[in-house]
């Protein structure tokens, strides 16, 4: 191949990110080429990206094995594990919902592959664990997330310690909500996220903010620095997506209009940028005023709890994640109110037996251990 043209594996094909990364692709054909596509359910969806951009691979585990045994259209079905370490792929792209992209990550950075990390729970229940698998195999985790992704963009080029992250929050659909209010939140209206456009379950999560308590995981895990080190500000424009302290107390920004599709075009075509007539521009002039507010703590109950068991490590947060899972689930399927979310979460922590010597496999039982427990809370 090439070695301009980066083969890519891409894990959740068919959800938010999974598609608008495909969108990327179209905009660079000859720079980066699908080698392998994975989905779960949207298997139409997956059969039409499969015809589209004819992968050598595909994995999809709800097929019939008839269908599997086809070669869809030349693509040939594999598992992931064969997928992610494939001679072709060069990146690994996450963009699945849940701790089910943990594995693969694994196994990509273990076979020296770069991943694209857009799965946030992965890096949230096993930083450490990552971090490390990738520093010993000489393989990289490129945030995709829209604020790691920012902060990555703000470090280029600088050779300093960083003295500060600020992360920043849209506030999310129910800011400014009275308690009354917040009870009779509908899935419906907690969906519409007054600025991104993303999947149902982070949506929930960023107007709970539990999505930023785990954005603070994330940085914390891939900058290395301390947790008093990160600072969360509302900042509803959703222009500005993190800014960097450096030492001397000067402050970068990384500003661009709310578009999932800039920061996965950063990391997959890293460290080159190139033009994309589809990303919007930002105009000050326009915009006219950035404003910032502190996170009202008392109004985002699923925050604390985030970042306080974030901090304790071990296998807190993996149950944290997992309890997360069911419970907004359960709210948008109507089983919960809103702001049950909290209640659901902490009361399965309350009942967690933390390890802390841990290793990969301790951390997806916690998390399944917490779905089952919070199922139980809820039922
Ligand atoms: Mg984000």
Redesign the pocket.
């Known amino acids: 191949m090439d070695s301009r043209l980066i083969g890519i594996a891409l894990l959740g094909s068919t959800g938010s990110i999974g598609t608008q990364t495909l969108d990327i692709v179209r905009q660079f054909p000859d720079r980066i080429k699908v080698v392998g596509l994975s989905a779960n359910n949207s298997t139409k969806l997956l059969s039409s990206q499969i015809d589209e951009f004819k992968p050598k691979l595909f994995n999809c585990p709800s097929l019939s094995s008839e269908m599997k045994n086809d070669k869809l259209n030349g693509s040939k079905h594999c598992s992931y594990e064969d997928m992610v370490t494939d001679k072709d792929v060069d990146l690994v792209v996450t963009a699945t919902v849940g701790d089910i992209a943990l594995l693969p990550t694994v196994l990509a950075l273990k076979s020296g592959k770069n991943v694209a990390l857009a799965n946030k729970e992965s890096i949230v229940m096993a930083g450490q664990l990552l971090m490390d698998i990738a520093k010993k195999n000489n393989s990289k985790l490129l945030p995709v ?3 790691p992704n920012a902060i990555w963009q703000c470090i280029r080029g600088e050779n300093q310690t960083l003295s500060k992250l600020f992360i920043t929050a849209s506030g999310g659909a129910m800011r400014n909500m009275t308690d009354q209010e917040k009870q009779k939140v509908t899935p419906a209206l907690a969906l519409k996220h007054p600025t991104w456009t993303m999947g149902p379950k982070i949506t929930i999560d960023s107007a709970t903010l539990m ?1 930023k308590a785990f ?1 603070v995981i994330e940085a914390k895990w891939l900058f290395d620095v301390e947790w008093d080190q990160i600072e969360v500000v509302i900042h509803p424009q959703s222009l500005i997506h993190a800014m960097v302290e450096f030492e001397d107390g000067s402050v970068k920004a990384q500003i661009s209009p709310p578009d999932m599709r800039l920061p996965i075009q950063y990391a997959l075509l890293y460290p080159e940028r190139m033009q994309n007539p589809q990303l919007g521009k930002f105009d000050p002039v326009k915009t006219g005023s950035l404003t910032f507010e502190s996170v009202d703590v008392n109004q985002y109950p699923c925050f604390s709890l985030g970042l306080d068991y974030g901090r304790k490590n071990g296998t807190w947060p993996a149950v944290l994640c997992g309890a997360d899972e069911v419970a907004v689930e359960s709210f948008l399927k109507g089983k919960i109110k809103f702001v049950d979310i909290p209640v659901v979460i902490k009361e399965t922590l309350v009942t967690h037996n933390p390890l802390f010597e841990t290793k990969l496999e301790d951390y997806l039982e916690a998390a399944e251990w917490a779905r089952n427990k919070a199922e139980e809370i809820i039922n």
């Open positions: 997330d829209s604020e999505n954005e």
